[in-house]
């Protein structure tokens, strides 16, 4: 079969390829702890299920959804934002609902790229902010994240030449995999530097409920974010659901209208069921999300300090689900996960699957019970180094 060049540059998915690397271990008979895909383990509250039962059995919900997004979700989603950020929206115009927030970032760039044209990317990263730019035929220029800059992309290093030629700046707070979050300043700099060059800016948010300490802020914070900048939500790992397939993109209308019209040439819309259980989800008690996060500040602090003992270096992340973990000293981060999963049976996945500056470190996910982390833990008492 001949695939196409834009294809032959994809390469296959992270986690795929985790996926692919846990199941031959399984059949080996290895009892795998794994760290590896942020995808939480708990169920979906059952508030929201039962909003989406009752919705599923409404007949005018069997229909193509079509448009940008059921009226009334997009409701939803703009009284949220003014409650939780005191941000306006115009939830007609400025709102747009996603077949989850992946969907979404994938197809920005395809409205915006021209064939060679630049999307700023850091790394490590989500690896959909590449893969989108590069299936719309566009270049992404990586921007290093490191540990000095607080893991933020230093924007005064982006030559000139790149800056002006660039059409989007894909950014990530509270951020996968580093678990870093930015600062008012941080942002401010960006709609300085977005202004300044007339670049879109793609904020991906997902973990903006689930912190521990400060409440993470939306990048539409900040005066003049909404002229070229969107906003990409999600209730995925806020409400446990991301097998549902739902999230939004929020800011500019200009910005929204294109992402739109390439949504609406090539899928129809979410089920609109699941916008409903949307309403519900956000709109409903708030009570299990407080839970959320309750349970993976437990599960962070039992990791960072189990971690700590045998000598290994990470911050106690303040938000997101994630434990980013400096390598012990003398091991690239493969070797360093692939010595985990054979003598310990824990798998993490190696930093520099998400890009070259992510090398040296390892990403936990915390989205397995506390039990199994002490048992990670002692695992890891047990072999030497
Ligand atoms: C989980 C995650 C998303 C996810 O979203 P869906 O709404 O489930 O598509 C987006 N960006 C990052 C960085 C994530 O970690």
Redesign the pocket.
Known sequence: MQYSERLRKLSTYLFLKIEQRKKELLKKGVEVIDFGV??PDLPTPKNIISAMRKAVEKSQNHHYPLGTGLPAFKEAIAQWYQKRFSVSLNPEKEVLV??????G?GHLPLAFLNKGGIALIPEP??P?YQAGTILSGGIPFFLSLREGNNFLPDLKAIPSNIARKAKILFL?YP??PTASVANKEFFEKVVKFAKKYKIIVAH?N??SEIYYEEKPMSFLQIPGAKEMGVE?G????TYN??GW???WACGSAEILKGLAKIKGNIDSGTFLAIQEAGIEALNGPQEATEEIRRTYEERRDILFSGLKKEGWQSHKPSA?FYLWAKTPVGYTSEKMASILLEKAGILATPGSGFGPSGEGYLRFSLTLNKERIKEAVERLRKISL
């Open positions: 942020g995808d996603l077949i989850g927030s992946k969907e970032l990263a989500y959909v990530n951020n996968n991906d997902p973990y990409f999600s209730l995925s790992k659901m991301t397939r739902i999230g997101t």
